[in-house]
């Protein structure tokens, strides 16, 4: 196990054993991972699209609230249950499932 230098605050964001970060994608899983179709300071979004584990919600991840309109994560938390560290890239042959399943749980969360 390598030593962490006590210091540095960022060496905890590795720790993230649910989901495998962008850079751990190979070549042809970064080509086929789905971009964001949403509107961010009026062009378009083309972020990567993460989906929440915990309850399904599905965006592109910004830095501020309201940066995208198709926003899901501010900075690794999901907007709509608010946990972190649960996002997983979404493939372009999966959104569309994805889009189905969330838009069938909503009018039951709202209700």
């Not at 599905?58 to 709509?80: M, P, R, W």
Request: glycine share 6%.
């Amino acid at each position: 196990m390598t030593r962490v230098n006590p210091s540095n605050k960022f060496w905890m964001r590795a720790g993230h054993m649910n989901q495998k970060r962008l850079i751990d994608l190979s070549e042809e899983e970064k080509a086929n991972i789905a971009r964001c179709r949403g509107d961010k300071d009026s062009h378009p979004c083309k972020n990567p699209i993460f989906r929440c584990s915990e309850c399904g919600n599905y965006g592109c991840d910004q830095e501020v609230i309201e940066k995208c309109s198709a926003q899901g994560f501010k900075n690794d938390k999901c907007l709509h249950c608010g946990v972190t560290s649960k996002r997983i890239p979404v493939m372009q042959k999966d959104l569309d499932r994805f889009v189905a399943e969330w838009e069938k749980e909503v009018p039951a969360i709202k209700s």
